[in-house]
């Protein structure tokens, strides 16, 4: 049986493309699953799994909590919000604690970047990261990169422009990695306050124009203004932001071809993106939070079946 090369899933710079591959041809399987009338399989009865989120989340939180539920593993959920955290416990007791109710693998989330690689290396646990501050969210590119695969039949070759706030994003990072191990190339797009200094030594062309960057490309990755992160004024006014980067369907139409639009939630509707481009035939939004389920399966299944 084939294997991936790593132990946890810390981020997609840490797994390769035959990973990448594995866990598509995984999740093909368990997607076929899922669309059946009895959706779940045995294959992690076996199994505990600790989800544990100390940021808030909607798609990933369930989207994991499901893929782990259709594999028939135990689950248990955790919010530090609610959790002896708040009276000073730290990160590597809090997950001890979890680890000594016999948990194989812990699913978390952490405003640290870094927090899922400090972690596996502190405790004996499987470790999937959904989610560091603004460093890694690599469950979100492989169904973002696995949508395009469905959608145009393969990555490779394919041009992707991710428009926005690329600085304070862990979907941007983990995307640039996923898409160019699979072939593809990419561009980003945003206010220049907005673009790490870094971002041409990992290979990836700035157009600072929106309307170039959309006449270039195949498809079209709407980041959110991550408000939550911004501790100054990175752009004079929300309105000027959506002026000048926010896709309308004036803009979309006005391209002389169809390219597919995607946004990894939640949406800031009239800001990065209009409602009539969210809801438009050329957006595969719910397609990516579908896609979210079946690729969430194939990493539990697949590092699950390193620890058996
Ligand atoms: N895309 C994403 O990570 O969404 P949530 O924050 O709702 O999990």
Redesign the pocket.
């Known amino acids: 049986m084939k294997e991936l090369s790593v132990n946890h899933l810390l981020g997609i710079k840490y797994i390769n493309e035959n990973d990448i591959n594995l866990i598509f041809e995984t999740a093909d399987h368990f997607k076929e699953v899922i669309n059946r009338p009895i959706k779940k399989v045995p294959s992690l009865r076996d199994i505990t799994i600790a989800n544990i989120f100390f ?9 994991f909590e499901l893929a782990q539920k259709r594999l028939s593993a135990d689950v248990i959920n955790f919010a530090a919000s609610s959790s002896s955290v708040t009276k000073g416990e730290t990160l590597v007791d809090t997950v001890n604690n979890i680890l000594s109710m016999k948990v194989d693998m812990v699913v978390m ?1 952490h405003a640290s970047p870094g927090a899922a690689v400090f972690l596996s290396k502190n405790v004996k646990a499987s470790i999937v990261n ?2 560091d501050g603004a460093h890694e ?1 690599p469950t ?1 590119a492989l169904l973002d990169a696995y949508t395009i695969r469905e959608k145009l039949g393969d990555v490779s070759g394919k041009k992707v422009v991710i428009v926005g706030d690329i600085l304070h994003s862990r ?1 941007a990072l983990s995307n640039i990695y996923s898409l160019q191990k699979l072939g593809a190339e990419v561009r980003v797009c945003g206010p220049k306050t907005l673009i790490p200094k870094y971002i041409e030594a990992l290979g990836v062309k700035v157009e600072p124009n929106l309307r170039k960057a959309l006449e270039w490309c195949d498809v079209a990755n709407m980041l959110r203004v991550q408000n939550e992160r911004l501790d100054i004024s990175y752009f004079p006014s929300t309105r000027e932001y959506a002026m000048q980067y926010g896709l309308d369907k004036k803009l979309l139409d006005s391209l002389n071809k169809e390219i597919v639009i995607m946004h ?3 949406i800031n509707r009239g800001v990065e993106i209009t409602s009539d481009v969210a809801d438009s035939k050329q957006s595969v939004i719910l397609n ?2 579908e896609n ?1 389920v079946a690729i969430r399966m194939a990493v539990i299944y697949l590092l699950a079946s390193k620890i058996k």
Do not use: F, I, M
Request: proline share 10%.
């Open positions: 940021e808030n989340s909607t798609r990933t939180k369930l989207s989330r959904a989610g969210h979100q979907v990894p939630g939640p990516q939070v979210g």
